[in-house]
């Protein structure tokens, strides 16, 4: 009866979390149809826009998104995959589809974080599937909700390029990592795991160097410690063959990007710190910006909801947990590892697409850490193997979640009505109610409504005046030349384009 009891309490809790997640992303979802494409998305854009424009074929876009992979490739940056994704936003397809992007991007991000934890912690490690679900969705929370105010929220969803960039590549990454644990545990239909590990490995090699970064270091620790435990067991170490080949595919593609011709011509217009300072950097990093700038009230709340759930699913789960203070040094390093590469190459981590993956990925690592650390608290310093599974016990736990779920809704009422910006999903419902993203598209739809017109050989735009802070990133330039307005200029087939500032709109002059 009382085991009856706790699985449905944890089905009940496992549905509102999921309810929870998508009715917080709905914000999110409804200002999408508020976003239009800026920048590279043009410019990157365009020879997939002038190949789909032409054929009506979406292979054809896609064709020239791989051409421009390979021709970025040659002149000007290693990352392929990254290139190629880049390079096919919705926008493409005409510009009414780029609202679908925000919309794809988070939909990918559930879905590849919910798959790695699934695999990760039902598979391999033997956790409760719901338990599971539940922490995903959770995390999932944190990981879209509580991005760092500013640009990094813009340059997640919002700017597809950007997001296309970072997201998508962290998804595969999440995606490939999962197919490498499969790998060592799939029975019959292991050979097409493997297979599947070794196209989705190259990919990850070829996209941004933050996830191939991560991914290639966790690799080579997992077989170096596969090795040797099997070695301490007296087995072969053959069975090390279905893991190091999607290992090293995955090196194929990360070696092939860093040895490019383009990176030799970007380094030439950016410079970054050494290796060793790069290192020492990204760790000092990791203390200043994840734990003491981004952790926030949300995140110890979370953890204290998630608590039971860790402890309650220990008994069950295949680890040794003989290993916390190696649990906490590989997380901070991996953490820090991730934000290495632009410092290496650029010395800063400004961009706000940066700090995103960098949140990102710390925040996985986070949770992750905190549940091995209350296993090992409970299996080896408490030595406390039975739970209490009786209806006193599910009570009490009832008990306590619904007073930390309350604490919680009350922190972000509070934090939410004093800033409204607290969390993504109530800034973007500010920007939907103050105007501003309706602003927004009226300034878009009537600056494309220029750009659509053939008879405007030289365009003159207003600049914008509405600016949403998640759905803004630049404007043209009131001079030709500039390279947001030769982007547009060539997209739209124009002579030329220009910005007007907005004090001087009032002459009527929108095209010649």
Not at 111 to 125: E, G, I, K, P, S
Not at 160 to 174: E, Q
Not at 281 to 310: D, V
Request: with cysteine; charged share 15%; proline share 4%.
């Amino acid at each position: 009866m009382a085991r009856s009891q706790s699985e449905k309490k944890i089905s009940l809790t496992e549905a509102a979390a999921w309810l929870f997640y998508f009715v917080t992303l709905l914000p999110l979802w409804i200002l999408a149809f508020f976003n239009y494409p800026s920048a590279d998305d043009i410019n990157m854009g365009l020879p997939a826009h002038e190949a789909f424009a032409a054929t009506g074929n979406i292979l054809a876009a896609w064709g020239q998104g791989i051409y421009m992979a390979w021709y970025d490739y040659l002149h000007w940056m290693g990352y392929f995959t990254s290139t190629a994704l880049m390079s096919v936003p919705p926008s493409v397809f005409g510009i009414r589809f780029y609202p679908a992007g925000a919309i794809f991007l988070s939909l990918c991000l559930t879905a590849a974080t919910a798959f790695f934890l699934h695999t990760l912690l039902v598979r391999l490690a033997g956790m409760g599937r719901r338990a599971c679900s539940i922490l995903s969705a959770l995390l999932l929370f944190l990981t879209i909700q509580s991005l760092p105010a500013g640009m990094a929220r813009v340059e997640t969803l919002y700017w597809y390029c950007s997001g296309a960039n970072y997201i998508l590549t962290w998804c595969l990454g999440l995606v490939f990592l999962a197919l490498f644990i499969r790998a060592g545990l799939d029975g019959k239909r292991r050979p097409l795991t493997v297979i599947t590990g070794c196209a989705v490995g190259f990919l990850v090699g070829g996209g941004n160097y933050m996830t191939a970064l991560t991914c290639a270091i966790i690799t080579v620790l997992a077989i170096a410690g596969m090795g040797v435990s099997l070695k301490r067991g007296g087995r072969s170490l053959r069975e090390l063959l279905p893991l190091i080949l999607p290992a090293l595919f995955l090196f194929a593609g990360f070696t092939a990007s860093c040895l490019a011709p383009g990176n030799a011509v970007r380094e030439e217009a950016v410079s970054g710190f050494g290796a060793v300072k790069s290192i020492l950097i990204s760790l000092h990093y990791t203390a200043w910006y994840c734990i003491a700038t981004w952790t926030r009230a949300e995140h110890l709340l979370m953890m204290l909801f998630l608590a039971p759930l860790f402890w309650e699913q220990a008994p069950r789960m295949r680890l040794s947990w003989r290993y916390p203070f190696a649990v906490c040094v590989l997380s901070y390093g991996l953490a820090s590892a991730n934000v290495t590469p632009p410092l290496y190459a650029l010395g800063n981590i400004v961009a706000g697409r940066l700090q995103a993956m960098y949140y990102i990925q710390y925040i996985l690592l986070l949770i992750l850490t905190e549940g091995y650390l209350i296993g090992w608290l409970r299996m080896r310093v408490l030595r406390v193997a039975e739970g209490d599974t009786g209806e006193d016990g599910v009570r009490r736990r009832r008990y306590y979640l619904g007073g930390v779920a309350l604490f919680f809704a009350v922190i972000s009422l509070l934090c939410a009505g004093a800033e409204p910006d607290y969390y993504m999903g109530t800034e973007a419902v500010r920007e939907l109610t103050d105007g501003s993203a309706a602003g927004y598209r009226r300034e878009n739809e009537e600056r494309f409504a220029v750009l659509l017109d053939p008879a405007v050989q030289d365009a003159v735009l207003k600049q914008f005046t509405n600016k949403p802070a998640l759905l803004w990133y630049s404007d043209i330039d009131t001079e030709p030349g500039n390279w947001i307005n030769d982007g547009l200029a060539r997209y739209f087939h124009k002579n030329s384009v220009r910005g007007i500032a907005a004090e001087d709109a009032d002459t009527g002059e929108r095209g010649q």
